[in-house]
């Protein structure tokens, strides 16, 4: 199978991001508009499509009804995850890692899954939708995966390097990217089991507001909560990969 124009697609998203961040740089509240990166792999796609030609399906996108269980586990993995951060934390006299009152949690949710999955949907509609989708036609689901991830994470690297601020920037950096590659791992496979990018999208969503926030109040550098973090979501993902291995054998190299 001819992957020409994918690469042509990620070849020109890194240039526009990059472009983009070199013109975010130089604001005044430069994270104020981090969001709209999520826009570009989309709009590079879109314009791609019309110049070649070619017509845009949506079951290029997967955008469709999900199996009942890859969906639930979407929505309850990253408030366990947060719950138990935020647990961490609040034993150990770190501080406050999501919410300061128990109600609060509740508005949580409620951004998470509405405005924040709505937005992830726009950024998985290309990474595990299109991308997802011609990379499986001829390649096993941990090597598809694995490009993925590492282009996924490549692609959010300028995020620890220019507005995270770590004081530590080689265990932030380090620890950031292994979250994604954990993450990004987790997204293609529900992906994969689901059949559909809509448990992919919740996780993503949800993830955003329950787990990469930097914390209501941590008495602690940002690179020690970053690596806090990518420990325990470390220990998660092994501990569910060994689950998949044994449990899932229809998902390991097909």
């Given at each position: 199978m001819n992957f020409k124009d994918l690469k042509w697609l990620t070849?020109?998203?890194?240039?526009?991001?990059?472009?983009y961040h070199f013109f975010l740089a130089r604001t005044e509240e430069p994270?104020?508009?981090?969001?709209?990166?999520?826009?570009?792999?989309l709009l590079i796609f879109l314009i791609q499509q019309?110049?070649?030609?070619?017509?845009?399906?949506?079951q290029q996108f997967a955008i469709k009804k999900p199996k009942i269980a890859p969906l639930l586990l979407s929505i309850v993995l990253p408030i366990v995850l947060g719950l138990f951060v935020h647990t961490y934390f609040f034993l150990t006299n770190q501080g406050t890692f999501l919410f300061a009152e128990p109600k609060e949690l509740l508005i949580l949710l409620v951004l998470g899954l509405t405005i924040t999955t709505l937005s992830a949907l726009i950024e998985e509609i290309i990474w595990r939708g299109y991308y997802h989708n011609r990379l499986r036609k001829?390649?096993?689901?941990?090597?598809?995966?694995?490009?993925?991830?590492?282009?996924?994470?490549?692609?959010?690297?300028?995020?620890?390097?220019?507005?995270?601020?770590?004081?530590?920037?080689?265990?932030?950096?380090?620890?950031?990217?292994?979250?994604?590659?954990?993450?990004?791992?987790?997204?293609?496979?529900?992906?994969?089991?689901?059949?559909?990018?809509?448990?992919a999208t919740f996780f993503h969503g949800l993830m955003n507001v329950f787990y990469f926030t930097d914390g209501v109040q941590?008495?602690?550098?940002?690179?020690?909560?970053?690596?806090?973090?990518?420990?325990?979501?470390?220990?998660?993902f092994i501990v569910i990969y060994i689950k998949i291995q044994y449990f899932k054998p229809g998902i390991r190299g097909h």
């Open positions: 070849i020109w998203i890194f240039i526009i991001t990059s472009m994270r104020a508009y981090l969001g709209l990166l999520m826009i570009i792999p019309i110049v070649i030609g070619k017509k845009i399906e949506m001829i390649y096993s689901f941990h090597k598809t995966a694995f490009i993925i991830t590492l282009i996924w994470s490549l692609w959010h690297f300028p995020i620890a390097l220019l507005y995270k601020g770590y004081t530590n920037l080689i265990i932030g950096i380090i620890s950031y990217l292994v979250i994604l590659f954990f993450t990004s791992y987790l997204l293609s496979y529900l992906r994969e089991w689901s059949g559909s990018i809509i448990p941590i008495h602690l550098s940002l690179h020690t909560i970053e690596l806090t973090k990518c420990i325990i979501l470390s220990l998660f």
